[in-house]
């Protein structure tokens, strides 16, 4: 199994900046792609960033622009750096590994969450 701890989140005002840290354990020797998915109350869990292992990334058209996504190899750890942050960025974000073994089916797991908050 692959265990995903998040970190970096918190309160900011509109037209700062975070950076979001999610740390791999475990099993990471097969992990196929690793993102970041965000809900914001009263709306569906939604993709905001993901990077394969062959260092290919995809937005969400709301974030092109604003947001990078990068790992670190070495440390086993995907960041998110969050610029030009708006209110409707507000949600809970949450770190995701896609595991993708030899010979079975591709699974997901999911960090614990880590808040963010924009707002004046």
């Known amino acids: 199994q692959v265990q995903l701890v998040e970190s970096g989140g918190g309160l900011v005002e509109p037209g700062g900046s975070l950076r979001l840290s999610c740390a791999a354990s475990?099993?990471?020797?097969?992990?196929?792609?690793m993102g970041w998915y965000r809900q914001a109350p009263g709306k569906q869990r939604e993709s905001v960033a993901v990077i394969t292992r062959g260092g290919n990334t995809n937005y969400a058209d709301s974030v092109k622009g604003r947001f990078t996504i990068s790992r670190d190899n070495a440390k086993n750890t995907v960041y998110l750096q969050m610029d030009s942050l708006k209110p409707e960025d507000t949600a809970v974000y949450y770190c995701?590994?896609?595991?993708?073994?030899?010979?079975?089916?591709?699974?997901?797991?999911w960090g614990q969450g880590t808040q963010v908050t924009v707002s004046s």
């Open positions: 475990g099993s990471i020797f097969n992990i196929y792609a």
């Open positions: 995701n590994a896609r595991i993708k073994p030899i010979g079975v089916p591709a699974s997901d797991y």
